[in-house]
């Protein structure tokens, strides 16, 4: 009857995974409005406690060929005594002091930014954002106006690490992004598909948030909330590969496994949110249903997997040990639950290696990390299944803030 149920629950998963596919061949049918127009940036930066790694980030930001005025740049901080506060002073940019300390969410700070700018009657024509441990590739801006002229609502950029060599949590963790960007985000391009919004890294058009008059993306991962926004308002979007930034990624499993399940919870959140508006807006006719259909999907398929993997192991746990069997049978159930697990572990490893083939000398990792991250990657998408359940049985889990070091690997340095 498990067996039954298993194959069943697979069966349901490639469905949909092939549908998917099939949809999306269609593609997006939105419209780009180009523009001649040299473009006026704002960045945005949530830096509460962030002094040790904000100075290179501004650095990075001074030193780009298409130049940003410091007058377009916002710290945002929740104090006065934070030392964060005297080195935006001494850079000369703005300082944002967030108002209402209850809501301690990234959403929450870029809100209260935006709308602080709206009262000023300050347009830009794009709004950039960028946690505080970021350092930009010195052609960053000048690679997004060229998105930008285009016509994209959204631009992402190209998301690397600054300590991938740092530990091989540090490398896999950078890997996820890598993951998204490569196989999902590139994909979705080539088919004018609404892209995945990762992280910070991106821009929003500047009318689009004066239309919402803030940021009301307050979410424990606002990025993907605003992912499900755009594909319900047609935003049209983009990844430009030659737009690089770099990121601190955790180094430790503890970390990690904190993050990532933040993420898993606020995907979910997210989701019982607008699931209910793009069900009504699913309709064939629809200029954006392939990209729509495909939110709708989400994970199911891979949730679907997981659910017939661990029912399936489950019940061969519960006939080994149990006690109506004999030895025979024990040491062939044993085989078997080996063999799933082998089997399942060897296809994790061979998607890391085309994921390493594929991003070739991007990926900031050497020989020595690539070689590590191929055989331990399996295992670090494997504990996804220990996040997912962490973030079912925690109700009122919150955001907490991940401490950064400040340090950049030798060879990420530009």
């Known amino acids: 009857m498990i067996t039954l149920i298993c194959?069943?629950?697979?069966?349901?998963?490639?469905?949909?995974?092939?549908?998917e596919y099939i949809v999306a061949l269609k593609g997006s049918k939105i419209k780009l409005k180009r523009t001649y127009d040299e473009p006026s940036f704002a960045i945005l930066i949530p830096a509460r406690d962030e002094s040790k790694v904000i100075s290179n980030l501004l650095d990075s930001i001074k030193k780009q060929t298409f130049k940003i005025d410091s007058k377009d740049i916002y710290i945002i901080v929740e104090s006065r005594k934070d030392k964060t506060v005297?080195?935006?002073k001494k850079r000369d940019v703005n300082i944002i002091y967030r108002?209402?300390?209850t809501n301690r969410r990234k959403g929450y700070a870029l809100d209260d930014a935006i709308k602080e700018i709206l009262k000023k009657k300050k347009h830009y024509d794009a709004y950039f954002i960028f946690d505080a441990d970021n350092v930009l590739d010195r052609n960053y801006f000048k690679e997004m106006v060229k998105t930008y002229k285009k016509g994209y609502d959204i631009g992402i950029g190209y998301r690397n690490t600054k300590n991938g060599n740092s530990s091989i949590f540090s490398a896999c963790s950078s890997l996820t992004f890598s993951m998204i960007n490569t196989f999902s985000n590139n994909y979705k391009m080539k088919h004018n598909?609404?892209?995945t919004v990762s992280g910070t890294g991106f821009?929003?058009?500047g009318e689009i948030l004066e239309e919402l008059g803030g940021y009301p993306f307050n979410s424990l991962t606002e990025d993907y909330e605003f992912t499900l926004y755009a594909t319900l308002n047609d935003l049209t979007s983009t990844y430009n590969t030659k737009a690089k930034y770099f990121d601190e990624q955790p180094t430790d499993y503890a970390t990690t496994i904190k993050q990532r399940t933040r993420w898993v919870k606020g995907y979910f959140d997210s989701r019982r949110k607008y699931y209910p508006l793009l069900k009504n807006k699913a309709s064939r006719k629809d200029n954006n249903y392939p990209s729509v259909y495909i939110a709708l999907v989400g994970v199911k398929p891979y949730v679907l997997?997981?659910?017939s993997v661990i029912l399936y192991l489950a019940n061969l746990i519960f006939r080994i040990i149990?006690?109506?069997?004999?030895?025979?049978e024990v040491y062939t159930l044993l085989l078997q639950f080996f063999l799933i697990i082998l089997a399942i572990y060897i296809v994790l490893l061979l998607f890391t290696g085309i994921l390493l083939i594929k991003e070739k000398d991007n990926l900031r990792l050497n020989r020595k990390m690539k070689i590590k991250s191929l055989f331990f990657n399996p295992l670090f998408l494997a504990s996804y299944v220990k996040c997912l359940y962490l973030a079912l049985k925690n109700k009122d889990l919150t955001w907490e803030k991940i401490e950064h070091t400040g340090n950049i690997e030798k060879e990420d340095e530009k």
Do not use: D, G, R
């Open 305 to 307: 997997f997981v659910i």
């Open 7 to 19: 194959l069943i629950l697979i069966f349901i998963a490639w469905f949909l995974l092939i549908k």
């Open 86 to 88: 005297s080195i935006a």
């Open 193 to 195: 598909l609404t892209l």
């Open 322 to 328: 149990s006690n109506s069997i004999v030895k025979i």
């Open 99 to 101: 108002k209402n300390l």
């Open 203 to 205: 821009y929003i058009k």
